[in-house]
């Protein structure tokens, strides 16, 4: 009876609070998106859509993360480049030279010891079930560990050097991207299950270490192996699940996949908000906002904690492998931490963290701002070196637009410290029921 | 024998370059740690930005060191490591203690300096371009080569003169810090406020005065390493989060809060990074004939390539946290 | 004029009152000592003097001067010391090195008042270069009021100083607390031993829910049935 009330009360107060603020807000939005398509031109401005929408799923990523559970994500790009990768290798075309040789024998059967040592490891870490000391057992499975690891990297190299140097890079499975977007996720998720095992029971800042180291590890793994991704030298194009630009024209190609996106975003915006509303999302929250008394009340935390780190760097590994297959290109030096992973901080603190609308809100917003900054910025720029070399007769350096753009890293600081100090909750804050 | 020399020039000189050079950073860290409780990002870019000082510096008075027989760069360190101090202090001033004020979770700051390392590395690249340059502007890097006196010992012991600046400024440090930290009474209050801050402000101590010295200490000692760094290499403006992630990795190896588990921690990332990319087969070549085949063969036995160096730290840190979270030497700041 | 007076106190923490008017009013040679059940308000009317804690209504007077919201530090100068009830101490640093922090205000004292410390606590002098987290739990008390002594107040706040320490160390430190006062220093603590601290007490307060329940003389109040009833425990 009481709850019924209870619920009740909550829909009438939603209500009269929903619309003014949200509808402001997205109708600017609309105006902006209408703005740049009159300015840019249709094509341009699909696209840069599209990509806005691709960071909208990240951004929902990070802010069931950081809004839902406060755990603070410092490696999205990590993630976003996983995604990427595993876009690439499920939908590029069979290498048939790669697979017509006895190549993928010799990588199999160094898979295989790879598979075996990691069982010999973990068997002789059990050893201590058979009576073995403990410390001799340590002893025995570091000292193990580390010849295994030489030997069986060693063959691996071997087999991996003698691919890229006959056929380049293993290619890919040829198979249609989405499944490239959900085994991206499942990558994200498992790494992310990891780095969650590892610290989510400790303090929040070593979350954020953990995950801005492996993030550099993985964009250095995909960059220096060369055999499975071409490395520096990039892999595209990547198709696309929907027509591409060649059969449509690249207007009605970009548009088709903006629908494609936009369906996507809806599905995880209508998951998320039911379980933001089930009970599971409740104990969530409830957890964030007092973990001692969630504790006290019997709740697993640690569990609930790394569901919800899971769940959030697999839509990162979704939104990184759909946005990779639109850029059709694969380079795992263009995973940069400041488009990657301080651009999806910004949208989400901004927009507002633990609110799916805003969140999608900010993502689509910041990343308008962030396109649009980049003429602007080599605007003011020339502007600023006209008037000195009119002026005081100043010669520039001749590096000026690299610079120039170096100057939105300071903006995009400059705006996470000044959100964070005097817009906490962003723009449009989550709207946090108190049953009491 | 050559194989020995091999092995101390590049693992024992060699560790001990980056294990001084993190051993200073992650006090700092600690150090900021300990008092305001929050792991501060943007320490690797105020290490650069100590750098760029001394490039600017070095840049505008090139033949100031010859005067006194050193390298201009050291010369000019003490007024980079005076402006770096100002600018974590101004930092400090403009963008956490506002938030400090606000009884922010730690987390909050965490962003918040993450948004200033943005801030200072826009800065620094606009200011400097995001090429390397050499901190020797006008002076020339000595090396020197030390013959060792044994029969068959071909190769010298190399080791050049920025190198020997590092080992004397380190210890210079460490010896200061030591004394500044058990003698003086700021000091003492600095402790005292690292383990109980409530109680530190309730004797009278002034808790912003001691945020303040924290900031001076840490800035003064990330422009040391980061002048250190770029001497043994060069400058270069965009290695912030691969500096940052060792220099953790060592704070909290060391337990954080502690500056002398932090010095022993950087020492232990440092050696650790310059074994796993050692080339292990240097030292096997003159057993190579009773070797098993698999391993006299193989050319190349590093555990990591350098391409992976930053695996290293990353598995130190993780092997710590599952191992022992607070640090060898227990960690106030849990 | 009465070394500390507060009148009329309200406060509490985040908008929600827990003082609603509380009156306490010491002389400088006195021993005041708050008593009342759990929740009452005790360790809040004690911080709310102590400046870590907002004081939406009322006043505090330190020698008639208004010191209420004045940070801590503040209240150190102006001669006024704290001992928590617990991390009262610094359990890194050695007890010379907690001592010296009681004397960051007057460095120029520091070994002047060390001389007199070891003196009133002697165990301490022989343990001074041990961290004071190693000491028992009693020492540490020692410790701590040492540290608090270090500044040498004119009032001395002490929140529940007997708080698990066996019956032996509960007599020493209210002996210690009589010595401290008989050298001139006001007294105002928070204690659960009602009894014990009523029977040194020049004045008592019992409070209940954030109110003066019975203000009078210790022995005034060790002595009303009533109070014994409800508040000592029969």
Same mark, same amino acid.
């Given at each position: 009876m009481s709850t019924q009330r209870e619920q009740r009360s909550d829909l009438v107060a939603t209500r009269s609070r929903l619309p003014k603020r949200e509808l402001t807000l997205f109708v600017a939005l609309l105006v902006a998106v209408l703005g740049v398509y009159a300015a840019m031109g249709t094509a341009y401005s699909t696209r840069m859509l599209v990509e806005a929408a691709c960071y909208a799923i990240l951004a929902l990523g990070l802010t069931i993360q950081w809004g839902y559970a406060?755990?603070?994500?410092?490696?999205?790009?990590?993630?976003?480049?996983?995604?990427?990768?595993?876009?690439?290798?499920?939908?590029?075309?069979?290498?048939?030279?790669?697979?017509?040789?006895?190549?993928?024998?010799?990588?199999?059967?160094?898979?295989? +010891?790879?598979?075996?040592?990691?069982?010999?490891?973990?068997?002789?870490? !059990?050893?201590?079930?058979?009576?073995?000391? &403990?410390?001799? !057992?340590?002893?025995?499975?570091?000292?193990?560990?580390?010849?295994? +690891?030489?030997?069986?990297?060693s063959e691996l190299r071997v087999v991996t050097e003698e691919i890229h140097s006959r056929v380049d890079f293993i290619g890919g499975l040829g198979l249609p991207a989405w499944t490239g977007w959900i085994v991206g996720g499942a990558l994200a998720g498992g790494i992310g299950y990891f780095i969650g095992k590892v610290c989510l029971g400790l303090r929040s800042d070593y979350l954020a270490i953990a995950t801005l180291g492996i993030a550099e590890i993985i964009k250095a793994f995909l960059k220096n192996s060369e055999w499975l991704t071409r490395g520096t030298a990039t892999v595209s194009p990547l198709p696309w699940p929907t027509p591409g630009p060649a059969e449509v024209g690249f207007t009605l190609a970009r548009a088709l996949y903006l629908s494609l996106t936009a369906v996507l975003i809806a599905a995880i915006f209508f998951l998320l908000h039911r379980a933001y509303h089930a009970p599971w999302g409740r104990m969530i929250r409830a957890i964030r906002d007092n973990e001692t008394s969630a504790a006290a009340m019997g709740k697993?935390?640690?569990?609930? &904690?790394?569901?919800?780190?899971?769940? %959030?760097?697999?839509?990162?590994?979704?939104?990184?492998?759909?946005?990779?297959?639109?850029?059709?290109?694969?380079?795992?030096?263009? +995973?940069?931490?400041?488009?990657?992973?301080? =651009?999806?901080?910004?949208?989400?603190?901004?927009?507002?963290?633990?609110?799916?609308? %805003?969140?999608?809100?900010? @993502?689509? *917003?910041?990343y308008i701002i962030w396109i649009m900054s980049e003429p602007l910025a080599l605007f003011l720029m020339h502007s600023a070196v006209d008037i000195g070399q009119a002026m005081f007769g100043w010669d520039a350096p001749g590096n000026l637009d690299s610079r120039a753009l170096q100057a939105r890293v300071f903006v995009i600081g400059l705006l996470i410290t000044l959100v964070l100090r005097f817009a906490p909750k962003g723009l449009l804050p989550e709207k946090v029921k108190h049953h009491d | 024998m050559n194989e020995l020399v091999f092995f101390i020039n590049n693992v024992v000189i060699a560790g001990s370059v980056s294990g001084s050079i993190y051993a200073i950073g992650a006090v700092g860290v600690t150090l900021v740690f300990s008092i305001m409780r929050f792991a501060h990002f943007a320490h690797a870019d105020m290490m650069t930005f100590g750098a760029f000082m001394v490039l600017l510096l070095t840049t505008l008075f090139p033949t100031?060191?010859?005067?006194?027989?050193?390298?201009?760069?050291?010369?000019?360190?003490?007024l980079a490591m005076a402006l770096t101090a100002a600018l974590a202090v101004g930092i400090d001033r403009s963008f956490y203690k506002p938030l400090r004020a606000h009884g922010v979770k730690p987390i909050v700051m965490v962003i918040g300096s993450l948004g200033v390392t943005l801030m200072l590395q826009g800065l620094? !690249?606009?200011?400097?371009?995001?090429?390397?340059?050499?901190? +020797?502007?006008?002076? !020339?890097?000595?090396?020197?080569?030390?013959?060792?006196?044994?029969?068959?010992? &071909? *190769?010298?012991?190399?080791?050049?003169?920025?190198?020997?600046?590092?080992?004397? =400024?380190?210890?210079?440090? $460490?010896?200061?810090?030591? $004394?500044?930290?058990?003698?003086?009474?700021?000091?003492? *209050?600095?402790? /005292?406020?690292?383990?109980?801050?409530?109680?530190?402000?309730?004797?009278?101590?002034?808790?912003?005065?001691?945020?303040?010295?924290?900031w001076v200490i840490a800035g003064g000692l990330a422009a040391i390493a980061g002048t250190l760094l770029s001497l043994d290499v060069t400058f270069k403006p965009d290695l912030s989060f691969f500096i940052l992630l060792p220099i953790f990795a060592a704070a909290i190896v060391g337990g954080v809060g502690h500056p002398f588990g932090a010095i022993a921690g950087g020492f232990m990332v440092g050696f650790a990074e310059t074994l796993a990319v050692f080339n292990w087969s240097v030292l096997l070549r003159p057993f190579g004939d009773s070797l098993p085949e698999w391993l006299a063969q193989s050319g190349n036995l590093a555990f990591v390539g350098t391409e992976y160096k930053i695996v290293v730290p990353f598995f130190i840190l993780v092997a710590i946290l599952v191992w022992r979270p607070t640090g060898i030497f227990k960690g106030k700041v849990i | 004029m009465p070394l500390l007076d507060a009148r009329d106190v309200h406060g509490g923490y985040g908008g929600m009152n827990i003082l609603n008017g509380v009156n306490m009013a010491i002389e400088a040679d006195e021993i005041g000592v708050i008593v009342g059940p759990n929740g009452a308000g005790k360790s809040t009317m004690l911080k709310a003097i102590f400046g870590l804690l907002a004081v939406n209504q009322g006043e505090i007077l330190l020698r008639g001067e208004p010191i209420h919201n004045l940070p801590a530090n503040k209240l150190v100068q102006k001669g006024m010391g704290f001992i928590p009830q617990e991390k009262n101490i610094f359990p890194s640093l050695t007890v010379k090195e907690n001592l010296e922090m009681g004397a960051f205000l007057k460095p120029h004292n520091t070994r002047r008042m060390l001389k007199r410390i070891y003196e009133f606590f002697p165990p301490l002098y022989d343990k001074r270069h041990q961290p004071s987290g190693e000491l028992s739990g009693g020492q540490r008390q020692m410790v701590a009021m040492g540290r608090a002594l270090m500044a040498e107040p004119d009032l001395l706040l002490l929140d529940e100083p007997t708080a698990g320490l066996s019956p032996l160390y509960m007599n020493e430190i209210f002996e210690r607390v009589k010595e401290i006062n008989a050298a001139g220093v006001g007294i105002l603590m928070?204690?659960?031993?009602?009894?014990?601290?009523? @029977?040194? /007490?020049?004045?008592?307060?019992?409070?209940a829910a954030g109110q003066n329940r019975f203000t009078d003389t210790g022995e005034a109040l060790l002595a009303d049935p009533e109070v014994a009833k409800s508040f000592l425990g029969g």
């Open positions: 406060g755990q603070f994500n410092a490696g999205v790009m990590g993630f976003v480049a996983l995604g990427g990768f595993s876009a690439m290798f499920f939908s590029v075309p069979v290498n048939e030279a790669f697979w017509s040789s006895e190549l993928p024998g010799e990588l199999g059967l160094g898979l295989l +010891y790879l598979a075996l040592a990691i069982l010999a490891v973990f068997a002789t870490s !059990r050893l201590d079930r058979l009576g073995v000391p &403990r410390k001799l !057992r340590t002893l025995i499975t570091i000292a193990l560990a580390v010849v295994l +690891y030489l030997v069986v990297m697993d935390i640690n569990r609930r &904690r790394l569901e919800i780190f899971v769940l %959030g760097c697999i839509l990162m590994g979704i939104g990184g492998g759909v946005l990779g297959s639109f850029n059709s290109l694969f380079d795992p030096q263009g +995973y940069l931490p400041l488009n990657h992973t301080f =651009l999806v901080l910004v949208m989400v603190i901004l927009g507002g963290p633990g609110n799916n609308l %805003g969140t999608i809100f900010g @993502a689509v *917003a910041v | 100031a060191g010859s005067a006194v027989g050193l390298p201009t760069a050291v010369v000019m360190l003490p620094i !690249r606009l200011f400097a371009g995001t090429s390397g340059q050499s901190l +020797y502007v006008d002076d !020339r890097k000595e090396i020197f080569r030390l013959a060792l006196p044994f029969e068959g010992a &071909r *190769a010298p012991i190399v080791i050049t003169e920025p190198q020997i600046i590092l080992f004397v =400024l380190t210890i210079a440090a $460490v010896v200061g810090l030591h $004394v500044f930290l058990t003698r003086s009474r700021l000091g003492k *209050a600095m402790r /005292a406020m690292s383990d109980n801050p409530d109680l530190a402000q309730a004797s009278g101590i002034n808790t912003n005065l001691i945020v303040a010295v924290t | 928070v204690e659960q031993n009602a009894k014990q601290a009523l @029977a040194i /007490a020049d004045k008592g307060f019992v409070l």
